[in-house]
């Protein structure tokens, strides 16, 4: 294959995106496959002699679409989206076509640059402060990975840059328990450790309880330990639960803790004004992560880190060694030097023609009819015989579970459910656990969501439930 053949292959696979994109509401949601089917229909080995295109894209068709799960689909309402606007493929074809490495500026200045604008327009567009600055990390995990690593240095005055954690006080990092598992891991690769990751405990409205904050680290420090660092949630994973920022982080400043804000989901609301209530407060923040993937359809991926001050971050992460020395341009943003990985894609062309082709007020648009339709739907499950609501619509995510009158076991009668709702195709939930009980989810959020394919959930719902 050779680049005329890739031209025309590109074609008529813009053909085929065309009729995926037309046809996938007659697909199944998730993908309808048994474990180790897809590997069984392949070679066991890579074969020595080249195949024509049109085997491989005969193959793909054959093998490929009917084992994915439909992430686009618009009766998609599992997990938390990963949305991918029309603009932001095409974006993405262009910055597959350039294949560039980002990490310096002069190994491709227009992404350094057009990121910084990127991180400029939405810290505009999302309401936070003219002294946060960012980068666009590969995701989440990644940019609160960063966070962490940066309060783990800066409470030895970044000493352990060179000698390691071997010395010292042992740290502690403050969370509530609706973080994302991603803070775990965070503090696992950074020598840290899950067990001084602290749980603080909640109110009744699940965001993290400022007095118990403090109760908890006043005992550590009685205890010997390091208070280094807090982690806060704007809509937590299981059922968008949202810390009260503001005193929180009033407490973090009194015992000088560095601070990271984990708005992954929730971020992308906040480009509507009246949904900002959930994070007042967030500007007082070091660091706050959100991921456009997740709500305004610049798809995966791409995590967007604000920093009220990069420099900490970039004395932790940053390095640069002589091969990477840009000889006479010492002063232009290295944003390899603000992140895990040196090598960089392309991730700010996605945001650039998203936000361009659409508009900031059609995606705000969006974002309003996910949170209606996610509220009507959930006061129609509520009054469904035999359903109750497990919590609260928070943004366009709440949890509700099958609980008829006189049912045993509520957990297997949910598991059982919901793996039948699954395997019906029509749409697609996921689960949590909360306070004990197994409770279905229920997220709207990909681009071409109707209120029609929400409301259809109903529909499906007393179906397969009456069928127990
Ligand atoms: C999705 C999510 C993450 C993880 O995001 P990745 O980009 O996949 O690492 C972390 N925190 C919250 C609140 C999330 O919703």
Redesign the pocket.
């Known amino acids: 294959m050779n680049h005329n053949d890739l031209r025309n292959w590109s074609k008529r696979t813009a053909d085929w995106a065309h009729e995926y994109h037309r046809d996938l509401r007659d697909r199944p949601v998730r993908a309808q496959t048994k474990p180790g089917a897809t590997a069984a229909k392949l070679p066991k080995a890579a074969p020595e002699a080249p195949e024509s295109p049109e085997q491989i894209f005969a193959d793909f068709e054959a093998i490929v679409p009917d084992a994915m799960t439909h992430w686009q689909h618009p009766r998609f309402f599992a997990y938390?989206p990963s949305n991918a606007a029309p603009a932001s493929q095409w974006a993405e074809q262009l910055a597959n076509t350039i294949s560039a490495m980002c990490m310096l500026w002069q190994t491709s200045p227009a992404a350094t640059e057009i990121e910084q604008v990127m991180v400029a327009w939405m810290r505009q567009a999302l309401g936070l402060p003219e002294n946060f600055t960012g980068t666009i990390h590969d995701?989440?995990?990644t940019a609160t990975f960063s966070a962490v690593l940066t309060m783990r240095d800066r409470i030895s005055d970044w000493e352990s840059v060179h000698t390691g954690i071997t010395h010292g006080p042992t740290m502690r990092i403050y969370a509530s328990a609706h973080t994302?598992s991603?803070v775990d891991k965070a503090v696992r690769m950074a020598g840290i450790g899950q067990d001084n990751l602290v749980k603080v405990p909640t109110t009744d409205d699940y965001g993290m309880d400022p007095v118990a904050l403090v109760s908890m680290i006043e005992e550590d420090k009685r205890a010997g330990f390091a208070p280094s660092g807090l982690v806060l949630?704007t809509?937590?994973?299981s059922i968008g639960a949202c810390d009260p920022i503001a005193a929180c982080l009033e407490v973090a400043e009194e015992y000088d803790l560095y601070t990271h804000v984990?708005a992954?989901?929730a971020g992308n609301a906040m480009i509507c004004r009246e949904f900002r209530h959930l994070w007042w407060g967030v500007e007082r923040a070091d660091s706050v992560v959100m991921?456009p993937y997740?709500g305004l359809g610049a798809q995966f991926d791409g995590?967007l880190q604000f920093l009220r001050d990069p420099a900490p971050q970039i004395r932790s992460l940053g390095l640069r060694p002589d091969y990477l020395q840009t000889l006479g341009e010492d002063d232009t943003t290295n944003f390899n030097e603000w992140t895990v990985p040196l090598g960089r894609r392309f991730r700010a062309l996605k945001l650039w023609f998203v936000l361009r082709a659409y508009g900031l007020e059609a995606l705000r648009g969006m974002i309003r009819n996910h949170v209606a339709w996610t509220a009507e739907l959930c006061t129609a499950i509520r009054a469904l015989p035999g359903f109750e609501i497990t919590s609260e619509p928070s943004l366009a995510l709440f949890s509700f579970r099958y609980a008829p009158a006189g049912a045993k076991d509520l957990n297997a009668l949910n598991a059982d459910l919901l793996r039948r709702i699954n395997d019906d195709g029509r749409i697609y939930l996921t689960q949590t656990m909360h306070e004990g009980k197994f409770v279905i989810r229920f997220t709207a959020g990909t681009f071409d969501c109707t209120r029609e394919d929400v409301m259809s959930v109903l529909d499906v719902l007393s179906e397969l439930s009456r069928k127990a």
């Open positions: 938390f995701s989440a995990t994302h991603s949630c809509g937590g994973t984990d992954a989901w991921n997740k995590a």
